[in-house]
């Protein structure tokens, strides 16, 4: 399987996963010009914007699949996020509380795993 069907297989179990836990999903692959976000989604308290990371065991050598989400591309989800934010109420739609989360997936032979963290990326002034 090619690494873009993969990865487009995961966000499409990743979307079903969250819209079995109760979010609405709002948009699948958000852009923002360069910028890009897998799934934004809402629940009672939250704007989530979601990044999907799939894995296989042939691809499970590059370690836990959020850890692949730091540095610059954590920066870029939270440019994105608050771009989604600024247009979202500049069209006068409401917002809630932003929070970015991963969800790794791993395909093993069989079903998907889920792995869903929460407000696994936070901006720097955010944090003590």
Excluded: Q
């Excluded at 690494?3 to 958000?30: I, M, S």
């Excluded at 914007?49 to 939270?78: C, Q």
């Amino acid at each position: 399987m090619k690494r873009t069907e993969l990865g487009r297989r995961g966000e499409d179990e990743a979307a079903k996963y969250l819209e079995k836990c109760g979010y609405t999903v709002l948009f699948r692959n958000y852009r923002a010009g360069r910028l890009e976000t897998d799934i934004v989604c809402e629940d009672e308290d939250h704007t989530v914007f979601v990044e999907v990371k799939t894995r296989t065991p042939a691809s499970d050598k590059y370690g836990r699949p959020a850890a692949a989400v730091v540095g610059k591309k954590s920066e870029n989800l939270i440019r994105c996020a608050e771009a989604y934010l600024r247009a979202a109420r500049a069209e006068g739609r409401k917002t809630k509380r932003p929070r970015i989360d991963v969800i790794e997936v791993y395909y093993d032979g069989g079903a998907a795993k889920i792995n869903h963290i929460k407000n696994a990326v936070i901006k720097k002034e955010d944090t003590p």
